[in-house]
């Protein structure tokens, strides 16, 4: 079983940064791909990016492209999403997910999420 706390949300102007944090425990971290989720309200789940479990592989939806990065740790057992340039059309809760398998749609683990608020 593996639990994930999601840190670092909070209230940033657009043009700016705000770097996520993932805290995974209770499993061999190093297995797991990660990945990001966000959903803002009234729409659907959107994927934000993946890292695959030994930290060379990634991939990023097309809103993260180019101003999103997604980093591990696996000593620390920690992943983080690293944001630039935020708008406000990034603003939702953004959640980490964790799965075994790099191809998995439906990750088996989630954590409870963080807010981002983008203000104009």
């Known amino acids: 079983q593996v639990q994930l706390v999601e840190s670092g949300g909070g209230r940033v102007q657009a043009g700016g940064s705000l770097r996520l944090s993932c805290a995974a425990s209770g499993g061999v971290f190093s297995i797991y791909t990660l990945a990001w989720f966000r959903q803002a309200p009234g729409k659907e789940r959107e994927f934000v990016g993946k890292?695959?479990?030994?930290?060379?592989?990634?991939v990023y939806g097309d809103s993260a492209k180019g101003r999103f990065i997604i980093s591990r740790d696996n000593v620390q057992n920690t992943a983080s999403l690293e944001m630039n340039s935020l708008s406000p059309e990034d603003t939702a809760v953004y959640y980490c997910?964790?799965?075994?398998?790099?191809?998995?749609?439906?990750?088996?683990?989630w954590g409870q999420g963080t807010q981002v608020t983008v203000s104009a």
């Open positions: 890292i695959g479990g030994s930290g060379v592989n990634t």
């Open positions: 997910a964790a799965d075994p398998y790099y191809f998995a749609r439906d990750y088996q683990y």
